[in-house]
């Protein structure tokens, strides 16, 4: 089940996408008509399937194809592993942050980082640790830098 909250300014409409997108995903009907300028947030996206991939390249290929411009911001970890694995996920649109995934070093807990591409770029994708906000412990970085970063090493 998806649930999409849109906030429209002038041209530019942002999109917060949250839930599991899958079979029954209707971007038309959700989003409508692509503005302008599109910002879409996915900061709330836990997962999406082959089904929802193909109702997510349809929507936004089609926006791009009628001169919208898409960024996208605070994209869940499900959503930087499809556009890892599917080369054209981002149909042209920028990709401005990201979360990246940590695991505490004291309690194995899963924590998540948001970072800026551009600032990733610069850090030549070394990433530092983060605070452990329940335990004040450090959580490093959990995944293969080359693979999580590929979409974005391809590019630099």
């Known amino acids: 089940m998806v649930d999409v909250v849109k906030e429209q300014n002038g041209d530019h409409l942002t999109v917060r996408i949250n839930g599991s997108i899958e079979e029954s995903v209707d ?50 970890t499900a959503i930087v592993e499809q556009i890892n694995l599917i080369s054209n996920f981002t149909c042209g649109g920028r990709v401005e942050s990201i979360f990246v995934p940590f695991t505490s070093e004291d309690d194995n807990s899963e ?3 948001l970072f800026k591409v551009d600032d990733l770029i610069k850090m030549n994708f070394e990433i530092p640790p983060l605070k452990n906000p329940k335990t ?5 970085f959990d995944d293969i830098p080359e693979e999580y970063f590929g979409f974005l090493m391809k590019d630099s």
């Open 136 to 140: 004040g412990g450090k959580a490093v």
């Open 111 to 113: 924590l998540v980082g």
């Open 27 to 76: 971007f038309e009907k959700l989003i409508g008509e692509p503005p302008k300028k599109l910002t879409i947030n996915t900061k709330g996206v836990s997962r999406i399937n082959s089904v929802g991939v193909k109702a997510w390249i349809k929507y936004f290929q089609n926006a791009a194809s009628k001169g919208t411009e898409l960024t996208f911001v605070e994209c869940s």
